[in-house]
């Protein structure tokens, strides 16, 4: 999944506040941590819902299984947070980590970045902060937190669709999570072509071939210049760039696809779309929205909106699911 960076320039656990970060609603204060396989976001939610010593800290790198060296440098971002706020006491801690999630169990069942199995995250997290923990998967947390603040807010049954290195995505129906265990939502797996071969082993997956990394990297390697990125390759179809307009337009292809299938199987209400590709606005939407209408007949179309909460949607998810325990 993309993680965007959007707490700018923090390479330690100092203090980052990101000054666009919405307050979550009146609540109880509770402890907030989102777990990648680079960088931890971590936040201190007071009882107005706003975030208090917002920062960005490198997820401690060590060979194979992480749970042990992640549980300690929560523990000790925990007492950060508390010792510069002693006025806010927290009465939970909402985790999310990437890769397959059963959050019924706490258990991170598999992430390959970070080297865990059946690992018992929320019971190990709880134990280190002396909380109670809410545990869930990173993008889902992030699909709660745009319904219940952001993009998805109207609307009960929907996709949140994340678009940036990878592609990651949620299922919310009835306004609930769908979960399936931890294996539903990973539209960013499903096969849309032949090829080419996915890191996750299978052939043809959405990510391979309409992720904003993999835009970059096929136009690198179509022409052996290297992009700035997805949305340079973008701007270079819109300038007659043949080798960008073919990479470009079998990316939207494959994104109306995946969303056609979605529309024809789960008919949601609305897709909200964010990630880096999502900043491509009107070349992303509006195409998105004239093929899709071409593709279908009688389906209900889903509205596609963009997502709100950007970067920190995963930590406002874990703050929010935190509160529940309360």
Same mark, same amino acid.
């Given at each position: ?31 907030? *941590? ?10 201190? *939610?007071?009882?107005?819902? &706003?975030? %208090? ?18 549980? #300690? ?21 909402? %985790? ?53 603040? =952001?993009? @998805? ?6 996709? !949140? ?7 990651? =995505? @949620?299922?919310?129906? /009835? ?5 399936? /265990?931890?294996?539903?939502? #990973? ?6 072509? $032949? ?11 959405? #990510?391979? !071939?309409?992720?904003?990394? @993999?835009?970059? &990297? ?47 199987? *789960? ?7 964010? =990630? ?8 992303? *939407?509006? $195409?998105? +929205?004239?093929?899709?209408?071409? +593709? ?6 889903? !509205?596609?909106?963009? @997502? #709100? ?10 703050? %929010? +699911?935190?509160? $529940?325990?309360?």
């Amino acid at each position: 999944m993309t993680r965007p960076d959007d707490v700018t320039g923090a390479t330690d656990s100092s203090p980052r506040v990101h000054a666009s970060v919405r307050s979550i609603g009146a609540g109880a204060p509770v402890l907030a *941590f989102d777990v990648g396989g680079t960088d931890i976001k971590s936040g201190l *939610f007071d009882a107005d819902g &706003r975030v %208090l010593g917002l920062r960005r800290s490198p997820t401690p790198q060590v060979d194979g299984d992480r749970t042990d060296a992640v549980i #300690e440098q929560l523990g000790l971002l925990a007492a950060e947070l508390r010792a510069e706020h002693p006025e806010v006491q927290p009465l939970a801690a909402g %985790l999310v980590v990437p890769g397959i999630v059963d959050a019924d169990a706490g258990l991170g069942v598999f992430a390959s970045n970070l080297g865990w199995h059946d690992s018992p995250l929320r019971d190990l997290a709880s134990a280190r902060l002396g909380l109670p923990v809410a545990f869930d998967h990173d993008v889902r947390a992030a699909s709660w937190a745009e319904h219940r603040l =952001g993009g @998805a807010r109207a609307y009960e049954n929907s996709v !949140v669709l994340v678009i940036g290195t990878g592609i990651a =995505g @949620a299922l919310l129906v /009835g306004g609930e999570p769908y979960t399936a /265990g931890g294996y539903a939502g #990973e539209i960013g797996h499903s096969p849309v072509a $032949e090829g080419p071969i996915c890191p996750c082993g299978a052939r043809g997956c959405l #990510e391979a !071939v309409a992720s904003a990394g @993999a835009i970059a &990297r096929r136009y690198r390697d179509a022409t052996g210049i290297t992009p700035d990125g997805a949305r340079d390759v973008i701007a270079r179809a819109a300038a007659g760039d043949a080798a960008a307009s073919d990479i470009w337009n079998s990316a939207l292809d494959a994104l109306t696809l995946s969303l056609a299938q979605l529309t024809a199987v *789960f008919a949601p209400e609305a897709v909200v779309i964010g =990630g880096g590709l999502s900043r491509a606005g009107d070349a992303l *939407f509006d $195409e998105l +929205r004239t093929r899709l209408a071409a +593709r279908l007949s009688f389906h209900r179309l889903p !509205v596609l909106v963009p @997502a #709100e909460l950007s970067g920190n949607a995963g930590l406002m998810g874990a703050a %929010l +699911r935190a509160r $529940e325990l309360t």
